[in-house]
């Protein structure tokens, strides 16, 4: 037995996130690359999230107030956030290819 064994089992059978040194060094600002992760490891405080810790929480999304605020409903499934998406999307003609949930 080692820290390092011990180190090892620990991590055995998680699913890792490959991609984590490209976020880090990539030339996006560093407030989007902590917002970025904390998408990936789902970690934003959401509605959701906070009612499963037993905080405080809105009854559903402060933006479109049509359903529950979760991390899939404000990045896709919001009003708001499919209108953000497609004026992202639409300088390169993407826009008919928004996200949807």
């Known amino acids: 037995f080692s820290a390092s064994s011990a180190y090892h089992l ?3 059978g998680r699913e890792l996130f490959h991609a984590a040194a490209e976020l880090w060094t990539s030339w996006a600002p560093l ?6 992760w ?3 490891h789902d970690r ?5 999230r906070l009612a499963r ?4 929480h809105p009854e559903c999304c402060v933006l479109c107030a049509q359903e529950d605020e979760n991390l899939n409903h404000m990045l896709l499934g919001c009003c708001f956030a499919r209108e953000i ?3 992202v999307l639409l300088p390169w003609r993407l826009h008919r ?5």
């Open 31 to 36: 407030d989007i690359k902590i917002f970025v």
């Open 10 to 12: 620990f991590f055995l």
């Open 44 to 48: 934003l405080w959401t509605a959701d």
């Open 53 to 56: 810790r037993q905080l405080e």
């Open 97 to 101: 290819r928004t996200p949807t949930p």
């Open 38 to 40: 904390l998408v990936l």
């Open 85 to 87: 998406w497609y004026n």
